[in-house]
């Protein structure tokens, strides 16, 4: 079975640019999130999807940070402007189970760097 | 609002010494917690699943515990390939996002 696939593996941008990365769950997972990891700690919720629906984005910055998960499947996670403080690990993260406990797949992450 | 706490930050440790790893959590009604191994540059690798206190789970050379405060990671007669860090996060009731604590850092010398 294919893990969760994210491109690119690594971005380099200055401040003030906008970048987005993509997301291609395990086939079938109903449930997709994306989790922000700065180096040293452990991954944070930016946003929860389940199917087309938002299900939590409360520590998603809205101001800047934007998502969508189009027909359920594959999803977009976009930062513009990208500030100094957003370097970090973004990791993508599926689950099969709907309201209940479900383990959850991680990808490999995009690495971003913002100089 | 829901914390996981691990400790130590980071542990060395030399081959075929046995250790333990803690993850002290507090959350309003424990769904699930989950352990997860992190190697560098790659994505969080998940290794168990505990539900309730008394439940205990083994992968090889890994067994996880749970009781209703913390869980422990005991590692016997580690190899230099367990080294990586290791993740604790909690799932709440009535949620399905989990909370991660900062991880363990382990490094076993050959």
């Known amino acids: 079975e294919a893990g969760v696939a994210q491109s690119p593996r690594y971005k380099i941008i200055e401040k003030r640019q906008s970048v987005a990365f993509w997301c291609n769950p395990i086939?079938?997972?109903?449930?997709l999130y994306w989790y922000q990891q700065i180096l040293g700690q452990g991954p944070k919720l930016l946003i929860q999807?389940?199917?087309?629906?938002?299900?939590?984005d409360s520590q998603l910055p809205k101001d800047r940070f934007s998502a969508e998960r189009l027909k359920g499947v594959d999803s977009t996670l976009k930062i513009q402007p990208a500030k100094l403080e957003d370097s970090a690990v973004y990791l993508c993260?599926?689950?099969?189970?709907?309201?209940?406990?479900?383990?959850?797949?991680f990808g490999p992450g995009t690495r971003l760097l913002v100089l | 609002e829901d914390q996981v706490t691990q400790s130590p930050e980071a542990l060395r440790l030399q081959e075929g010494e046995s250790s333990s790893l803690n993850c002290s959590y507090t959350?309003?009604?424990?769904?699930?917690l989950f352990w997860y191994r992190q190697d560098p540059g790659k994505g969080p690798e998940f290794l168990f699943t505990?539900?309730?206190a008394g439940e205990e789970k083994e992968k090889e050379r890994l067994k996880a515990t749970l009781t209703k405060k913390e869980s422990f990671l005991h590692i016997t007669a580690p190899k230099p390939e367990d080294s990586a860090t290791y993740l604790c996060?909690?799932?709440?009731?009535?949620?399905?996002?989990?909370?991660f604590g900062q991880g363990t850092r382990l490094t076993i010398n050959p």
């Open positions: 505990l539900y309730s």
């Open positions: 999807f389940q199917n087309n629906g938002v299900v939590d």
């Open positions: 993260a599926s689950s099969l189970a709907v309201g209940a406990v479900g383990t959850q797949y």
């Open positions: 086939s079938g997972h109903a449930t």
């Open positions: 996060a909690v799932q709440a009731r009535g949620a399905q996002k989990l909370v």
């Open positions: 959350v309003s009604g424990l769904r699930g």
